[in-house]
């Protein structure tokens, strides 16, 4: 029979006890209290667990940015006043706000400014090496050579740099050693595009002058392969250098002596610096301009065929952001421009007197009035 909820034992001889039947609360507490035994081991279980893996999964949330930690970024900049060189700043800076990087917070940048005085840099990059920072931003290769010469050991980035491999600022695209990488602006076949867009203005210009500044380290190669350009479209070059922008308006005097009829202009810090007066230049010589920069044609320059500055900025912000978190850059290939705009300023062109193909103005990208 079933006495309390419990089967009674039988009797099975004289003198057998019988055994007493225990509490219902004695019962139930002791049925409660395996209860919660059970329920309880599983759920220790799973919180020794989620313990655990907060341990080993916060660390890898936050990457290598120690809690509290502030990082100091050097920047070689020109001119502080340049509106457009702060527009291509400010992109930069947009992308590392979206990657958590505030200016003022948890990054301080450090800003040195060579105002035109490039024989400056190298004493403004090591400045920089002096106060230790964590990371220095060289934009182009004239930036990166005076940062280089200054340390071995603090991470350079570049964002708009014409030939890190073959000046020798990377190992390769691919694998770039040492302590630099970045964004490349393109290959040197982008001048040979230039000077084919140029020429295209009107077939009859046979005579173009190649503008170029010899102390950027980009532009001697650069210079190669435009003249490599010339002699398979039947163009004769006139190469003219200038260094400084006291030297332009005589560049452009020997232009005009030698009858060039229109300008192929190298890029250049000096020639963003100058781009004012130069397309000043260029318009009272009657000379059509192209750039590899889009900022002299908004000054007044007639077409610029370049990749979008402001995007390769904005990426930069990546490189930055995984270095500062613990990536080396010898490990962080060097990209390449995924966009290419052809700029074009109609009020240049109608200053000229140019009557420009159909053909060519199916490729403008943006116009300029």
């Not at 003249?227 to 452009?252: C, D, I, K, S, W």
């Not at 009858?259 to 318009?283: F, W």
């Not at 500062?324 to 290419?340: C, N, S």
Request: net charge positive; glycine share 8%; aromatic share 4%.
């Amino acid at each position: 029979m079933r006495v309390m909820g419990r089967l009674t034992p039988q009797l099975s001889g004289p003198g057998a006890r019988v055994a007493r039947p225990r509490p219902l609360t004695a019962t139930v507490g002791r049925t409660s209290g395996a209860l919660r035994e059970m329920v309880m081991r599983p759920t220790l279980a799973k919180l020794t667990v989620i313990v655990v893996l907060l341990m080993f999964t916060v660390p890898l949330a936050v990457g290598a940015q120690p809690a509290g930690k502030v990082y100091r970024v050097g920047i070689l900049r020109n001119k502080a006043s340049d509106p457009a060189e702060a527009h291509l700043w400010q992109a930069w800076r947009l992308g590392l706000r979206e990657r958590g990087w505030i200016e003022g917070g948890n990054i301080l940048i450090e800003y040195r400014w060579a105002e035109g005085n490039f024989a400056r840099l190298p004493e403004l990059a090591a400045d920089l090496v002096r106060l230790k920072v964590d990371l220095i931003v060289a934009r182009s290769s004239i930036w990166v050579q005076a940062a280089r010469e200054a340390t071995s050991s603090i991470p350079i980035v570049f964002f708009v740099h014409a030939d890190p491999v073959g000046i020798g600022h990377v190992a390769s695209l691919a694998k770039p050693g040492g302590n630099i990488t970045g964004l490349s602006e393109g290959s040197h076949d982008t001048e040979a595009k230039r000077l084919e867009l140029l020429r295209a203005i009107d077939p009859r210009i046979k005579r173009v002058a190649v503008l170029w500044h010899p102390d950027t380290p980009s532009n001697p190669p650069r210079l190669k392969v435009v003249e490599e350009a010339g002699r398979t479209l039947r163009l004769q070059l006139q190469v003219v250098g200038v260094r400084t922008g006291t030297e332009l308006e005589g560049a452009f005097l020997s232009m005009a002596r030698e009858h060039a009829q229109a300008v192929l202009v190298l890029s250049s810090a000096l020639v963003l610096a100058e781009r004012q007066q130069l397309t000043e230049l260029a318009i009272r010589h009657r000379l059509p301009t192209m750039f590899g920069q889009t900022g002299p044609v908004e000054a007044g320059g007639l077409m610029s065929y370049a990749a979008d500055n402001a995007d390769l900025y904005r990426r930069g912000a990546t490189y930055v952001d995984k270095i500062l978190r613990g990536a080396r850059p010898a490990h962080l290939p060097v990209e390449q421009p995924t966009k290419f705009v052809l700029v074009l300023n109609r009020k240049t062109a109608k200053a000229l007197g140019l009557t420009l193909p159909p053909a060519l103005m199916l490729q403008v990208d943006q116009v300029i009035d």
